[in-house]
């Protein structure tokens, strides 16, 4: 039972131009969510988060939306960078400290 | 920022060996920490939540006896791997949480098994 979905695997961006990277949830106690950032052979980076009860977080480049009826949440990055290349999560965490990640997509900046 | 370190970063080993991994919580106290693993080309399960001075908790389907964690001190937690078989070969991953719950799990650098 997918609790977190990602359902693109991959995306590719020119450089400059915006990234947007959607994940889908369906258990409403959820309370906040994460994006995390990921390159190959490395442990994830945390990149940007937010609580259930707002609807929007920005930090720099990055912004998460949180659309809590559509149960869906986005991350936003612009402009897009080639270093933006990596694998991103989304990650929900389910109470306490049990985070539940998406399976990932793929993002490619192309220079 | 608050690291945790992972060690070793890659390891092979035969089958029926076992092996343990350390994660370490740099500069800060974590009485909990947890063990994911993840698939090629999956997303990362939890497999454990290690609590310091305490038993681990762990998620179904996961062989407590296989995987053995120990969380000795408020900044390291050891995963052992007992009896490995190559179905074990995986890329395991540490994360800590720094005081509150709201607070972001950070994750170690991961260790890459190879099991052969």
């Known amino acids: 039972d997918q609790q977190v979905k990602q359902n693109s695997p991959s995306l590719s961006v020119q450089e400059g131009r915006i990234s947007i990277l959607n994940c889908d949830y369906t258990?409403?106690?959820?309370?906040?969510f994460l994006w995390y950032k990921k390159y190959p052979a490395e442990g994830p980076t945390f990149l940007i988060s937010i609580s259930s009860i707002k609807d929007k977080n920005e930090d720099g480049r990055f912004t998460v939306f949180l659309n809590k009826s559509a149960k869906h949440l986005s991350l936003h990055i612009v402009p897009s960078q080639p270093g933006d290349s990596a694998v991103y999560f989304c990650?929900?965490?389910?109470?306490?400290?049990?985070?539940?990640f998406g399976a990932g997509t793929i993002l490619r900046v192309k220079s | 920022g608050a690291v945790v370190s992972q060690h070793p970063s890659r390891v092979i080993c035969k089958s029926g060996t076992s092996v343990k991994i350390e994660c370490r919580s740099l500069d800060f106290q974590a009485t909990t920490m947890f063990w994911y693993r993840q698939f090629p080309k999956q997303s990362l399960m939890l497999m454990a939540t290690?609590?310091?001075?305490?038993?681990?908790?762990?998620e179904q389907g996961v062989e407590k006896d296989k995987f053995l964690i120990n969380h000795a001190s408020l900044t390291l937690s050891t995963l052992t791997v007992t009896s490995a078989h190559p179905e074990d070969s995986s890329f395991y991953i540490c994360s800590a949480r720094e005081a509150g719950n709201s607070s972001p799990l950070h994750f170690g650098n991961g260790t890459r098994l190879t099991v052969t």
């Open positions: 990650a929900a965490n389910l109470g306490g400290n049990k985070l539940v």
């Open positions: 258990n409403s106690m959820f309370d906040y």
């Open positions: 290690s609590n310091e001075g305490s038993k681990a908790t762990y």
